[in-house]
């Protein structure tokens, strides 16, 4: 009879302010209550299995795996092609012809050892526009001392030896190619190299080092002859 008073009580939405809990508890069993740890498990499991199938999709294509990631720099993981190499070694060519012109290679004083000068100052008309060998640069580097060539083949008007400023030289350039010459200032100051190419209306020749570098358009004023 208990029973039927409290259904009945709880059909009509009256509360029974001394019923018992319990029984509040069991009768809320008749309504359906989500299980949030039933809910995790199940959601860990699908995720499982999402990645179970991503790793055996992955192991039969390897490739497959990259693609998504590789896509926004695949441009820059290409090979350079043939036409960029030519290009790379233009590039390289182009900077030794600038590095040539770089102020911070050059240096006032130009004076090496073992070169073909010719004097140009008339201040010495004896020796004027003759050629001789610098056989040893005074400390200050700005003096040569040089021996006074033959004015000829046939001639023996030379031996003289001579110290001169630099300001009263320049450098002589051999009018053939394949000849050797030394590189007095700018960028490889103090090499030899052979001249491959005589560019005359520029006042500038191409270089090759004894390394095989080469050295394009080095002015006439940066080479000399070697003795």
């Known amino acids: 009879d208990d029973d039927d008073d409290d259904d009945e009580a709880d059909d009509n939405g009256n509360k029974h302010e001394n019923g018992n809990s319990s029984e509040i508890v069991n009768n809320s069993s008749n309504f359906p209550v989500k299980n949030s740890k039933t809910d995790a498990s199940q959601h860990r499991d699908v995720s499982r299995n999402k990645i179970e199938k991503h790793n055996r999709e992955t192991s039969k294509n390897p490739d497959a795996a990259n693609i998504n990631s590789s896509h926004g720099k695949r441009k820059r993981m290409e090979q350079p092609s043939s036409s960029n190499s030519i290009k790379a070694k233009a590039n390289t060519e182009t900077n030794k012809t600038s590095k040539q012109k770089d102020p911070s290679k050059r240096k006032e004083n130009w004076l090496h050892r073992d070169v073909i000068v010719r004097i140009k100052s008339k201040k010495l008309p004896k020796y004027y526009q003759r050629k001789g060998i610098v056989e040893r640069v005074l400390p200050d580097k700005f003096t040569a001392e040089i021996e006074i060539l033959d004015s000829s083949p046939k001639a023996r008007d030379g031996g ?9 030289l320049e450098t002589v350039v051999p009018t053939k190619e394949g000849k050797e010459v030394r590189i007095v200032n700018g960028y490889g100051r103090g090499q030899f190299a052979v001249i491959k190419r005589l560019r005359e209306t520029e006042e500038c020749a191409d270089l090759i080092l004894k390394n095989e570098e080469i050295f394009k ?6 080479i000399s002859k070697a003795a």
């Open 160 to 168: 003289d030896v001579l110290q001169i400023d630099q300001n009263d």
């Open 217 to 222: 358009r080095v002015h006439y004023d940066d």
